[in-house]
Protein backbone atom coordinates (compact mmCIF):
# COMPACT_ATOMS: atom_id res chain seq x y z
CA UNK A 1 0.00 0.00 0.00
CA UNK A 2 0.93 3.82 -1.14
CA UNK A 3 -0.27 6.97 -0.46
CA UNK A 4 -2.02 7.11 -3.42
CA UNK A 5 -2.70 2.76 -3.99
CA UNK A 6 -4.04 1.44 -1.66
CA UNK A 7 -3.34 -2.25 -2.69
CA UNK A 8 -2.18 -4.58 -0.36
CA UNK A 9 0.88 -6.85 -1.40
CA UNK A 10 0.23 -9.21 -4.55
CA UNK A 11 -2.29 -7.12 -5.68
CA UNK A 12 -0.76 -5.55 -8.73
CA UNK A 13 0.34 -8.05 -11.34
CA UNK A 14 4.10 -7.51 -12.75
CA UNK A 15 2.07 -6.59 -16.21
CA UNK A 16 -0.32 -2.83 -15.80
CA UNK A 17 -2.08 -1.36 -18.66
CA UNK A 18 -2.41 2.40 -17.71
CA UNK A 19 -5.65 4.51 -19.29
CA UNK A 20 -6.11 7.90 -18.07
CA UNK A 21 -9.28 7.76 -17.08
CA UNK A 22 -10.57 5.47 -13.84
CA UNK A 23 -13.52 4.81 -15.90
CA UNK A 24 -11.98 3.83 -18.99
CA UNK A 25 -9.28 1.20 -16.94
CA UNK A 26 -12.87 0.13 -15.38
CA UNK A 27 -14.94 -0.39 -18.82
CA UNK A 28 -11.21 -1.93 -20.01
CA UNK A 29 -11.14 -4.24 -16.93
CA UNK A 30 -14.79 -6.07 -16.67
CA UNK A 31 -14.41 -6.00 -21.07
CA UNK A 32 -11.18 -7.78 -21.50
CA UNK A 33 -9.96 -9.08 -17.89
CA UNK A 34 -11.30 -12.88 -16.55
CA UNK A 35 -12.32 -12.47 -12.58
CA UNK A 36 -11.35 -8.73 -11.84
CA UNK A 37 -10.74 -7.29 -9.07
CA UNK A 38 -11.06 -3.72 -7.88
CA UNK A 39 -7.82 -2.90 -6.07
CA UNK A 40 -7.07 0.59 -5.66
CA UNK A 41 -10.11 3.30 -5.14
CA UNK A 42 -7.92 5.92 -3.73
CA UNK A 43 -8.90 9.22 -5.12
CA UNK A 44 -11.50 7.42 -7.34
CA UNK A 45 -7.88 6.41 -9.60
CA UNK A 46 -9.68 3.15 -10.00
CA UNK A 47 -7.22 0.01 -10.46
CA UNK A 48 -8.74 -3.69 -11.31
CA UNK A 49 -6.54 -6.89 -11.06
CA UNK A 50 -7.38 -10.24 -13.08
CA UNK A 51 -6.39 -12.04 -15.93
CA UNK A 52 -5.55 -12.11 -20.09
CA UNK A 53 -5.52 -15.64 -21.24
CA UNK A 54 -3.86 -17.11 -17.91
CA UNK A 55 -1.82 -13.97 -17.81
CA UNK A 56 -1.85 -11.44 -14.93
CA UNK A 57 -2.78 -7.78 -15.81
CA UNK A 58 -3.60 -4.66 -13.76
CA UNK A 59 -5.49 -1.96 -15.40
CA UNK A 60 -4.74 1.21 -13.51
CA UNK A 61 -5.88 4.62 -14.26
CA UNK A 62 -2.95 7.21 -14.08
CA UNK A 63 -5.05 10.66 -14.57
CA UNK A 64 -4.33 13.30 -16.57
CA UNK A 65 -0.42 14.90 -17.75
CA UNK A 66 2.75 13.65 -16.86
CA UNK A 67 2.70 14.73 -13.38
CA UNK A 68 -0.49 12.55 -12.51
CA UNK A 69 0.95 9.49 -14.36
CA UNK A 70 4.74 10.02 -12.72
CA UNK A 71 3.14 9.23 -9.33
CA UNK A 72 1.17 6.06 -10.30
CA UNK A 73 4.17 4.71 -12.15
CA UNK A 74 6.57 5.83 -9.73
CA UNK A 75 4.54 3.79 -7.15
CA UNK A 76 3.41 0.81 -8.73
CA UNK A 77 7.76 0.85 -10.01
CA UNK A 78 9.14 0.87 -6.53
CA UNK A 79 6.73 -0.58 -4.60
CA UNK A 80 4.48 -2.74 -6.47
CA UNK A 81 7.24 -3.85 -8.29
CA UNK A 82 5.49 -3.87 -11.79
CA UNK A 83 7.61 -4.85 -14.84
CA UNK A 84 5.87 -3.65 -17.81
CA UNK A 85 3.87 -0.53 -17.99
CA UNK A 86 1.62 0.20 -21.20
CA UNK A 87 -0.13 3.84 -21.27
CA UNK A 88 -3.34 3.03 -23.43
CA UNK A 89 -5.34 6.12 -24.27
CA UNK A 90 -6.32 8.31 -26.98
CA UNK A 91 -4.73 11.16 -28.54
CA UNK A 92 -4.35 14.09 -31.22
CA UNK A 93 -3.38 13.33 -35.07
CA UNK A 94 -0.63 15.62 -36.71
CA UNK A 95 -0.34 14.70 -39.94
CA UNK A 96 -3.01 14.62 -42.72
CA UNK A 97 -2.70 10.79 -43.87
CA UNK A 98 -4.28 9.56 -40.13
CA UNK A 99 -7.63 9.41 -39.28
CA UNK A 100 -9.97 9.13 -36.86
CA UNK A 101 -9.89 5.83 -34.66
CA UNK A 102 -6.34 5.08 -36.34
CA UNK A 103 -3.60 3.33 -34.12
CA UNK A 104 -0.36 5.47 -32.96
CA UNK A 105 2.30 3.24 -31.90
CA UNK A 106 4.93 5.69 -30.02
CA UNK A 107 8.21 4.76 -30.85
CA UNK A 108 9.74 8.28 -29.04
CA UNK A 109 7.65 10.76 -27.24
CA UNK A 110 9.32 14.65 -27.52
CA UNK A 111 8.48 17.06 -24.90
CA UNK A 112 8.72 20.77 -23.75
CA UNK A 113 9.44 19.16 -20.11
CA UNK A 114 8.31 16.35 -18.31
CA UNK A 115 8.73 16.01 -13.85
CA UNK A 116 12.15 14.51 -15.24
CA UNK A 117 13.54 17.43 -16.61
CA UNK A 118 14.93 18.44 -13.29
CA UNK A 119 17.42 15.13 -13.18
CA UNK A 120 18.40 15.82 -16.82
CA UNK A 121 19.30 19.10 -16.49
CA UNK A 122 21.03 20.63 -19.37
CA UNK A 123 20.77 16.95 -21.48
CA UNK A 124 17.68 16.73 -24.23
CA UNK A 125 17.33 13.03 -22.96
CA UNK A 126 15.32 11.01 -25.94
CA UNK A 127 12.48 8.55 -24.38
CA UNK A 128 11.42 5.85 -26.66
CA UNK A 129 9.78 2.55 -25.83
CA UNK A 130 10.70 -0.98 -25.23
CA UNK A 131 11.56 -2.43 -29.06
CA UNK A 132 10.14 -5.98 -28.31
CA UNK A 133 7.14 -4.54 -27.55
CA UNK A 134 6.48 -2.42 -30.24
CA UNK A 135 7.31 -4.83 -32.99
CA UNK A 136 4.83 -7.60 -31.11
CA UNK A 137 1.78 -4.38 -31.04
CA UNK A 138 2.73 -3.16 -34.39
CA UNK A 139 2.40 -6.98 -35.71
CA UNK A 140 -0.74 -7.58 -33.50
CA UNK A 141 -2.23 -4.45 -34.89
CA UNK A 142 -1.45 -5.49 -38.77
CA UNK A 143 -2.99 -8.68 -38.52
CA UNK A 144 -5.85 -7.34 -37.03
CA UNK A 145 -6.30 -5.27 -39.70
CA UNK A 146 -6.01 -1.89 -37.84
CA UNK A 147 -4.76 1.09 -39.72
CA UNK A 148 -1.17 1.90 -37.62
CA UNK A 149 1.11 4.31 -37.46
CA UNK A 150 4.58 4.12 -35.60
CA UNK A 151 6.87 6.86 -34.88
CA UNK A 152 7.09 9.75 -32.61
CA UNK A 153 4.61 11.47 -30.73
CA UNK A 154 4.38 14.67 -28.72
CA UNK A 155 3.55 14.75 -25.02
CA UNK A 156 2.57 17.81 -23.94
CA UNK A 157 2.10 19.61 -20.84
CA UNK A 158 -1.11 21.36 -21.49
CA UNK A 159 -4.27 20.45 -22.75
CA UNK A 160 -5.34 23.87 -24.20
CA UNK A 161 -2.53 24.91 -26.11
CA UNK A 162 -1.36 28.48 -27.51
CA UNK A 163 1.56 27.27 -29.33
CA UNK A 164 0.62 27.31 -32.94
CA UNK A 165 4.05 27.46 -34.04
CA UNK A 166 5.19 24.60 -31.80
CA UNK A 167 2.71 22.37 -33.49
CA UNK A 168 4.30 23.38 -36.63
CA UNK A 169 7.24 22.60 -35.68
CA UNK A 170 6.19 18.88 -34.84
CA UNK A 171 4.17 18.38 -37.83
CA UNK A 172 6.55 19.75 -40.00
CA UNK A 173 9.24 17.13 -38.72
CA UNK A 174 6.81 14.44 -38.84
CA UNK A 175 5.38 13.52 -34.95
CA UNK A 176 2.35 11.88 -35.59
CA UNK A 177 0.28 12.43 -32.75
CA UNK A 178 -0.23 14.74 -29.44
CA UNK A 179 -0.84 13.21 -25.51
CA UNK A 180 -0.32 14.14 -22.47
CA UNK A 181 1.48 11.51 -20.86
CA UNK A 182 3.69 8.58 -22.63
CA UNK A 183 7.22 10.62 -21.92
CA UNK A 184 7.26 10.58 -18.66
CA UNK A 185 6.63 6.91 -18.39
CA UNK A 186 9.44 5.79 -21.25
CA UNK A 187 11.57 8.10 -18.78
CA UNK A 188 10.95 6.42 -15.86
CA UNK A 189 10.94 3.12 -17.37
CA UNK A 190 14.71 3.46 -18.59
CA UNK A 191 15.65 4.87 -14.82
CA UNK A 192 14.20 1.89 -13.74
CA UNK A 193 15.39 -0.72 -16.29
CA UNK A 194 11.52 -1.62 -16.64
CA UNK A 195 9.96 -1.76 -20.39
CA UNK A 196 6.86 0.65 -21.65
CA UNK A 197 5.02 1.62 -24.58
CA UNK A 198 2.64 3.60 -25.67
CA UNK A 199 -0.55 2.31 -27.86
CA UNK A 200 -3.30 5.23 -28.88
CA UNK A 201 -6.14 5.38 -30.45
CA UNK A 202 -6.76 9.17 -32.95
CA UNK A 203 -10.13 10.12 -31.01
CA UNK A 204 -9.68 14.08 -32.63
CA UNK A 205 -7.03 15.41 -35.38
CA UNK A 206 -5.53 18.64 -34.62
CA UNK A 207 -5.71 19.73 -38.72
CA UNK A 208 -9.62 18.47 -39.73
CA UNK A 209 -10.81 19.63 -35.87
CA UNK A 210 -12.54 16.14 -36.58
CA UNK A 211 -13.27 14.36 -33.25
CA UNK A 212 -14.74 11.14 -31.86
CA UNK A 213 -18.11 12.02 -30.27
CA UNK A 214 -18.48 10.39 -26.30
CA UNK A 215 -20.64 7.78 -27.59
CA UNK A 216 -18.17 5.76 -29.61
CA UNK A 217 -14.95 5.88 -28.02
CA UNK A 218 -14.93 2.81 -25.87
CA UNK A 219 -16.03 0.86 -28.89
CA UNK A 220 -13.15 2.31 -30.56
CA UNK A 221 -10.80 1.91 -27.83
CA UNK A 222 -11.29 -1.83 -27.43
CA UNK A 223 -9.04 -2.61 -30.01
CA UNK A 224 -6.02 -0.29 -28.44
CA UNK A 225 -6.66 -2.57 -25.41
CA UNK A 226 -6.42 -5.81 -27.54
CA UNK A 227 -3.13 -4.49 -29.24
CA UNK A 228 -1.84 -3.36 -25.91
CA UNK A 229 -2.13 -6.92 -24.18
CA UNK A 230 -0.45 -9.00 -27.44
CA UNK A 231 2.18 -7.06 -27.03
CA UNK A 232 2.90 -7.82 -23.49
CA UNK A 233 2.57 -11.14 -23.51
CA UNK A 234 3.59 -11.93 -27.22
Partial sequence: MTIHIGANPGDIAETVLMPGD???AKWAAETFLDD?????????????TGTWKGNRVTIQGSGMGMPSLSIYANELITAFNAQTLIRIGSCGAMQEDIALRDIIIAMTASSLSTPSRGIFKEINFAPCADYHMLTRAYDAAVAKGSKTHVGGIYSSDV??????????????????????????????????KRRALAVLTVSDHLITKEELPSSERERSFGEMVEIALTAAFG
Avoid: S, W
Avoid at 164 to 184: F, K, N, S, W, Y
Fill in 22 to 24: PYR
Fill in 36 to 48: AECVNKVRGMLGF
Fill in 159 to 192: FYDERPDLTQQMQRHGILGVEMEAAELYNLAARH
